[in-house]
């Protein structure tokens, strides 16, 4: 099982005062409302909404033209959060993302102006173009929900989530993230080319007029909100994880740390990330229990970015999710 099957599940009517139950039909609702303006990428949908429920950030990768940006945008709006976009250029400073302290001549002081970071759900376009400095700008936001400057910490607004792009193909002008920063993501998401039918429907809606930068006029309405999200992580922390499945998890990550093809393995920050991504993805499916199959569904996405390959393994074409696969089908699945 991939990442591929991470499609929403059907949903039934909630019961009067049950708030997890309506929590997860809102939030199963985005599927066909983001859908009315991103086709096809399902799984990919659902990726973003687990990271939501998990207080996570997100990595998508994917080539120019299979709709990153404007899936953030559309999430955003049907989820009814605020959000900003930053695009990230070899120019970009820190200030320029977190704010900074910009002198008032009218009163004579210091007054703090708040950068684009100060939001619900951030797109930081292309991260990997502008350089390590800037980059960095963005790790105590993602780790402590808080920006500091001039030594005073400011609390960003609740949910706050990072969805950062980058496109696989293009290395010139490009700075790597560091392994800190890749470890503060709790999932990277591939965004694959639609499928042929999809991508047909994709220019079926561009003929009839559809426009990517109008979202009301192709029918986005706000299907859930912070409320259904805090309801939702309220029910994911009670997920049930049975003794054998959470030493599934563990020994899957400790296979990657053995795995000769790899310099690097899953850290113990991996595991709790599959751990959690697991439990989001029982609670969306209407499960209060972790099964092996949701461990394998999600450990494509939660592990990819954390394992480091080594370089003779990649001359012979060895690929990190090849690597995922070939640890899952060795590890015991427990019953």
Request: charged share 20%; glycine share 6%; proline share 7%.
């Amino acid at each position: 099982m991939t990442e591929a099957s991470l499609t929403q599940p059907s949903w039934q009517e909630a019961p009067a005062g049950d708030n997890s139950a309506r929590a997860r039909e809102a939030l199963t609702r985005l599927r066909s409302e983001v859908s009315k303006v991103v086709i096809g990428q399902d799984a990919v949908v659902t990726s973003l909404v687990i990271a939501l429920l998990c207080r996570g950030h997100v990595l998508l990768e994917g080539v120019p033209g299979v709709a990153k940006t404007l899936l953030i945008r559309t999430l955003s709006a049907a989820l009814d959060l605020d959000h900003k976009r930053v695009q990230f250029t070899p120019d970009l400073m820190p200030g320029d993302v977190t704010g900074s302290l910009v002198y008032d001549s009218h009163t004579s002081a210091f007054e703090f102006r708040a950068g684009p970071v100060f939001t619900n759900l951030l797109l930081a376009d292309e991260i990997n173009r502008t350089p390590p400095k800037t980059q960095a700008s963005l790790l105590e936001a993602m780790e402590e929900r808080q920006v500091s400057v001039e030594g005073e910490p400011r609390p960003l607004p609740d949910p706050f989530v990072v969805a950062a792009t980058q496109n696989p193909l293009e290395y010139e002008g490009t700075y790597p993230l560091p392994e800190a920063q890749l470890d503060r993501f709790l999932l990277k998401i591939t965004v694959p080319l639609p499928e042929r039918d999809a991508e047909l429907r994709v220019l079926a809606a561009h003929h009839n007029g559809f426009d990517p930068r109008d979202l009301k006029a192709a029918g986005v309405q706000a299907v859930a909100n912070a409320a259904d999200l805090a309801a939702g992580r309220e029910a994911v922390r009670s997920t049930q994880v049975t003794d054998a499945v959470m030493g599934y998890i563990v020994d899957v990550c400790r296979a990657t740390r053995n795995s000769p093809s790899l310099a690097n393995g899953a850290s113990p920050r991996g595991s709790t990330a599959l751990l959690n991504t697991a439990k989001a993805w029982a609670w969306l499916s209407g499960r209060g229990y972790v099964t092996p199959d949701d461990v394998k569904a999600l450990a494509r996405p939660t592990l990819r970015h954390r394992i480091m390959l080594r370089p003779e393994a990649e001359l012979e074409g060895v690929t990190a999710d090849g690597v995922i696969d070939s640890v899952l089908a060795s590890v015991p699945t427990p019953r």
